[in-house]
């Protein structure tokens, strides 16, 4: 039994929703100011889709909250370490140097409701799951190889992303600055992550033999 499939339901984020819904507190201060002040003009501008789910007994509540938009895995210019593992179940004859892919821009989970009502996955594992199945679904009107994010540069974070089958682009912060031309004493704030979509299409397939 899924909380967020069987007691929730999925919305565009939007100006109506936005005047209509309580305030969304996922505990962290960046994602709350994104989602309460700037997820409009972000859309507006054609920069990415925003979703969420409310909660059917109350549909003010907003559990968990998402932002989507195109993106792509450049390979041209990552190190051939990183570009062979990146790369390595895809054929031969199939592999460029840019890849489809979806950039979780944002995505953040009510700090009330971490856990689902009755004990079982949560939350924002189940979200994690409903946005891969998005992608895989015949109904899907795009190509899209890989799930990429840049998560913050906090353990929680990349645990979350870990569990959920991401990996790190690059092997080491150090490599990941020199791609970004950032100074060796500079902080790195996020890292990217990417989940290779074709994981689940083998599951699939090996779940109906």
Not at 40 to 64: E, H, M, V, W
Not at 197 to 204: H, K, Y
């Amino acid at each position: 039994m899924s909380f967020l499939l069987d007691k929730c339901t999925l919305k565009v984020f939007n100006n109506s929703l936005l005047d209509f819904c309580l305030p969304f507190d996922c505990g962290n201060d960046d994602l709350n100011e994104f989602f309460a002040k700037d997820i409009i003009n972000y859309s507006a501008q054609l920069l990415g889709k925003s979703y969420c789910f409310t909660l059917d007994d109350d549909p003010r509540i907003i559990i968990c909250a998402f932002t989507i938009s195109n993106d792509s895995i450049k390979t041209i210019n990552l190190p051939n370490g990183r570009k062979k593992k990146l790369t390595k179940v895809i054929p031969r004859d199939k592999q460029m140097r840019s890849y489809p892919a979806v950039l979780i821009g944002r995505l953040g989970v009510n700090k009330f409701y971490r856990k689902d009502l009755v004990g079982n996955q949560r939350v924002a594992y189940q979200l994690m799951d409903f946005i891969k199945s998005w992608f895989v679904d015949e109904k899907n009107k795009t190509g899209c190889r890989f799930i990429v994010v840049d998560a913050y540069n906090e353990s929680y974070v990349i645990n979350y992303y870990e569990k959920n089958g991401f990996l790190m682009l690059f092997g080491s912060e150090t490599q990941e600055k020199e791609y970004y031309e950032l100074d060796a004493h500079d902080l790195l704030s996020t890292r990217l992550m990417y989940f290779d979509l074709i994981l689940l299409q083998s599951t699939s397939k090996l779940s109906e033999n």
